[in-house]
């Protein structure tokens, strides 16, 4: 038989032990939300850089790259570079456009951060491999057809790409037929340029051009948006050099492309990024600066007007007292320099960097991606500086 005393004291030990499981638990359950907490702050730093805007993410950029021909998103995705400028298509092809899987590869970097991917967009000038060209636009010499006796025709000097013959810088040496103009083309267009075969002048101000660019679900900035690139990169911005002496306002026109070019960008993708390059002197137009989120360079230390010679100390002044209206706006100052001489890149690359700029070193052709070029102790900071032993190239 059980005492009352026996139950009394089983029935304390009951509760006891059921007050201490309750208290355990308790504890247990009290821990799994800093257990949580923990376990995200451990995670790689990546996933917040995954949920950063475009905008934030290009305020980390301390690299970048810029191919236009031959590229292979693959290749670009094994690279460590921040950023990249490429073309929207395989080698200018627009019916091969890439496809937003390509896009996206780009965007991951081989140690999970975040790679911005912008689209190159030329606006000063026409493309006669893009969408919108009409061969019916230009008339070629041929025995039959010889020069019309009113056109004056543009010299296009060869050297091309074997898969698309435009969509490569000329070079002297091997002569095309002369053509010009035909009576079918449009008013924006102009003559072909004499450097570039296959890219020819236009009226940027022009309605009519400017609906091809962008505004439209088919325009060129929407086609791009729409295959997931970070943003775009506009060529020929200082294409406004060649059109003032006819056109007084050709440097505000530009400008006024711009902001609503960018407007229209970020209607179609909100927090697209918007980068020009060259015609640095439009950044004295607030206007300008506020539309844009950096600005790219060609030539700051060399190539200008001798390919491979220092540019002229003048020269490099001027264009960083334009820049500096950016860099005072907190906008990103991208540099390309086609050099390749190991003393001079790294005398270059050293300069660049004590100015804050973000430096890509390649070939004028941009048909093949350079590996980065690290600065080295003992780098001169001006392009006349020397410093031993280059960077190797990763083939």
Known sequence: MITPFRKTSKSRSVRTCTAWTVLVLALIYAQLPMRAQA??????????????????????????????????????ARTPYDLVVIDYTRNGDPDLPLKPADVQRMKKKPDGGRRLVLAYVSIGEAEDYRFYWNDEWVETATPDKPVAATATPVPAPGGADAQNPSFAPSSAGVAKPDRWLSPKAPAWLGDESETWSGNFAVKYWDKDWQDLIFGKPDSFVERVLALGFDGIYLDRVDAYYEHIDEHPSAAEDMVEFVVRLAAAA??????????????????????????????????????????????????????????????????????????????????????????????????????????????????????????????????
């Open 266 to 395: 970020r209607t179609a993708k909100p927090g697209a990024l918007v980068v020009p390059q060259n015609g640095e002197e439009l950044l004295t137009r607030p206007a300008y600066v506020a539309a844009i989120d950096a600005i790219a360079k060609e030539d700051l230390l060399f190539g200008s007007p001798t390919e491979g010679q220092p540019n002229s100390q003048a020269q490099i002044a001027n264009s960083l007292g334009w820049l500096s209206h950016a860099t005072v706006a907190g906008r990103p100052v991208m540099v390309i320099e086609y050099i390749d001489q190991p003393p001079q890149v790294e005398a270059a690359q050293a300069d660049l960097k004590q100015r804050g700029f973000i430096s890509y070193f390649g070939p004028r052709a941009l048909d093949k991606l350079m590996a980065p070029v690290a600065v080295k102790a003992g780098s001169g900071t001006s392009p006349e500086a020397s410093s031993p032993r280059p960077a190797q190239a990763k083939r």
């Open 39 to 76: 376990a995200e702050a451990a995670k790689p730093a990546t996933k917040a850089a995954s949920n950063q805007t475009p905008a934030q993410i290009l305020g980390g950029v301390r690299s970048w790259a810029y191919q236009l021909q031959h590229a292979d998103p693959q290749a670009i």
